[in-house]
């Protein structure tokens, strides 16, 4: 198949497949959800998206019908269905069908969604433009819940600014990208915002703060500011499906450029985990 979609057990074309308007994703986006990628039909870091997958849920008070081991079962049988061994591989779980009603409904049971598309891995060498936006969000950025939309605003207003990530500020403090995390590199030390509810831990972010630890470098997790940011060596933004990328340019001003060796010691050991663990591990 070029691409699939999974609706509770359905399977068909993501054009094709149909989803009940009471499913409470279509009234509330009452639902949280994960985004992988595969390489080898090897999905990456499948354990830990599982295990935030989870985690996000609880949050949510949701009920899953599926335990963690079969959910990874699923996923990993679900890939092999594709034409093309490297996906963007996306779920997520909804509360359940029920007409609106703001409070949990009663009778029913969590459905879960799975998309699959190709995935091309980018050249996470180039430098990209960021903008900043204010950051507008609930104070619950650390669920990976369905409702995106001043992220999707800010992303818009990068597209429409020729830039690839928005960058949110609240107050004075950096929070995280719009589909990102946010990291600066300052005198050989990496500074990333802290794990708290204004922003989503990342794998990617976790998977920096590691190799750090391997390859000697420091690691300050409390807040730093838009100007800790314009001042910074390096400015990276990390996720799943960009690793790391480096800015040079935040709102039309040339920054960072200072520790391009530091930079790609780490965006090295970041994508040879990759394709190791994606070549080697057998599911
Ligand atoms: N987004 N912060 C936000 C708001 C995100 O949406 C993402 C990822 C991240 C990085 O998390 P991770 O390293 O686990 O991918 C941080 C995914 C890719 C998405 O929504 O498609």
């Known amino acids: 198949m070029e691409t699939l979609g999974y609706y509770n057990g359905e399977i068909g074309l993501l054009d094709e497949l149909r989803i009940p308007m009471n499913d409470r994703a279509c009234w509330f986006g009452d639902g949280v959800y994960e985004a992988a990628i595969s390489e080898n039909y090897t999905i990456f870091a499948l354990e830990e998206h599982i295990n935030r997958f989870f985690n996000s849920v609880a949050l949510l008070y949701m009920t899953p019908r599926i335990t963690k081991i079969q959910l990874a079962e699923l ?137 750090c630890g391997k390859l000697g470098i420091a690691v300050d997790e409390t807040p730093f500011t838009l100007e800790d940011m314009f001042g910074a060596d390096e400015i990276l933004i990390s996720s799943t499906s960009s690793f790391c990328m480096s800015a040079s340019h935040i709102d039309g001003y040339h920054v960072g450029g200072k520790a391009p060796e530091l930079l790609r010691q780490l965006q090295d050991a970041l994508l040879e985990e990759f394709h190791r663990y994606t070549q080697s591990t057998v599911h």
């Open 75 to 211: 996923l990993n049988t679900l890939v092999h269905k594709l034409d093309s061994p490297a996906q963007f591989v996306y779920w997520q779980m909804t509360r359940g069908t029920a007409p609106r009603t703001h409070a949990f409904p009663e009778h029913t049971t969590p459905n879960l969604w799975v998309a699959l598309k190709p995935f091309i891995l980018q050249d996470i060498y180039q430098k990209i433009k960021l903008i900043t936006v204010e950051d507008t969000r609930f104070l619950h950025c650390n669920i990976k819940t369905l409702n995106l939309l001043p992220n999707v605003l800010a992303s818009e207003k990068a597209k429409q600014a020729g830039c690839a990530e928005a960058v949110f500020y609240r107050g004075n403090r950096i929070t995280e990208g719009s589909h990102s995390n946010v990291h600066i590199l300052k005198e050989g030390i990496l500074r990333t915002a802290p794990k708290d509810n204004l922003i989503l831990p990342g794998i990617s972010r976790a998977h920096i703060i590691t190799h």
